[in-house]
């Protein structure tokens, strides 16, 4: 990503990806991974920390997310005929079961169109709109006016008791360094993917965190599930609600 800005200023730390998530000083976002994966870099207490984040949202209500994706859509849409330029809006995270019943795309439109006429070519912002929240960049000034819309949001087709495989490719994309790390992965379904009471999804859990989590690190890494429930950590087994 060609320019970091601090996430902490625009109001990142509110948003449902990390309201649960420990204080930091300063976020930044790194890029997309493979398979949907997003990559930021935070400051904690002078060290760095490491996040790698998935949203999902499980096969059965994937209607939902089309539903508000198509909204997100209009309103870039209608945006892009009023701007002056070339600018990508990257949709970081957003709470779909709040904005399918509240979500007005011509209200999004208004905030873009107010920062896209205020932006320089190259400039970065993050554009918060309700739950709404997501990277806008200027790329270069034109007579016309072109945005593209992105956003990354995984859809699980296999049973739920199949959720370690999700987590164990969070675990892959981990760098094993010397900085700390935190794997989230942000379920957005209205009937969360993990269940305590599926003996067999827990078991398989229990063995791949096993594998694949190595002990003799330094800094082994924080893996979060967080959904309408609240927020586990794997390894200690915290909840937080």
Not at 19 to 32: K, N, Q, T
Not at 63 to 91: M, N, P, Q, T
Not at 181 to 195: E, T
Not at 214 to 239: C, H, T, W
Request: glycine share 6%; with cysteine.
């Amino acid at each position: 990503m060609s320019q970091k800005i601090d996430l902490i200023n625009g109001g990142i730390q509110h948003s449902n990806l990390f309201l649960h998530m420990p204080l930091f000083d300063r976020i930044h976002y790194e890029g997309l991974l493979e398979g949907k994966i997003r990559k930021y870099s935070a400051l904690r207490e002078d060290a760095v920390c490491r996040i790698l984040v998935l949203n999902v949202i499980r096969q059965e209500e994937d209607i939902i997310w089309d539903a508000v994706e198509d909204l997100i859509k209009r309103a870039v849409s209608d945006a892009a005929v009023a701007v002056h330029g070339v600018y990508v809006f990257d949709l970081l995270t957003m709470d779909i079961h709040k904005e399918v019943k509240t979500f007005n795309p011509q209200e999004l439109m208004g905030v873009l169109i107010k920062h896209a006429q205020q932006q320089r070519p190259g400039e970065m912002r993050l554009i918060k709109y309700s739950s709404v929240y997501g990277l806008f960049q200027k790329l270069v000034h034109e007579d016309w006016g072109k945005i593209t819309f992105k956003t990354a949001v995984e859809v699980f087709k296999d049973k739920p008791y199949f959720l370690d495989l999700l987590i164990k490719r969070l675990i892959k994309n981990f760098e094993f360094a010397n900085d700390p790390g935190i794997l989230l992965l942000n379920d957005l379904s209205q009937a969360p993917l993990f269940d305590p009471g599926d003996v067999q999804q827990q078991e398989r859990i229990n063995t791949m965190m096993k594998a694949q989590v190595p002990k003799a690190i330094d800094f082994p890494p924080e893996v979060y599930i967080q959904d309408k429930n609240g927020v586990r950590e794997l390894l200690s087994g915290m909840i937080i609600k």
